[in-house]
């Protein structure tokens, strides 16, 4: 497990993108997804803007180019080591949140052109990255 963020780190998230992770989780609860799925979004999404602000000068969210994506898809699988399937969840939670802002808010000025880039972005390959356990039916037996 790697350990992305702190709360100090997300103190600093740039407070535009802030409020709009903090939109766009209100609205999950309002259309009542599980908490789980609304921590693990929460998480994703300050996974994005930590990178943000240490990487990309603390970009607004609207202003993040398909070259940053990359630039952040790499760091996640070639420095921090984030398995496939990692990287793929962390990106839905991202096209998530875009499909919200084409959704919902782009009647605010400061979305008004916004249009999701994210699947543009071709995904790492999906690979297991654990050897799966088999048990025998003695070892079955013993559970």
């Given at each position: 497990m790697n350990d992305l963020t702190s709360p100090e780190l997300v103190s600093q998230i740039n407070p535009n993108n802030a409020r709009l992770r903090?939109?766009?989780?209100?609205?999950?609860?309002?259309?009542?997804?599980?908490?789980?799925?609304?921590?693990?979004?929460?998480?994703?999404?300050?996974?994005?803007?930590?990178?943000?602000?240490?990487?990309?000068?603390?970009?607004?969210?609207?202003?993040i180019t398909k070259r940053d994506l990359v630039t952040f898809q790499n760091w996640l699988s070639n420095e921090n080591g984030n398995s496939p399937a990692r990287v793929r969840r962390i990106k839905s939670a991202i096209s998530s949140l875009s499909n919200y802002i084409e959704g919902i808010l782009d009647d605010e000025p400061e979305f008004e052109n916004?249009?999701?880039?994210?699947?543009?972005?071709?995904?790492?390959?999906?690979?297991?990255?654990?050897?799966?356990t088999v048990l025998s039916n003695e070892q079955l037996e013993e559970l």
């Open positions: 903090d939109d766009f989780l209100d609205y999950l609860r309002s259309v009542q997804r599980s908490p789980g799925t609304i921590g693990g979004y929460q998480n994703d999404l300050n996974i994005l803007f930590v990178f943000c602000l240490q990487r990309l000068g603390n970009k607004d969210f609207q202003n916004f249009r999701s880039i994210v699947r543009k972005i071709e995904s790492p390959v999906n690979q297991p990255v654990r050897e799966k």
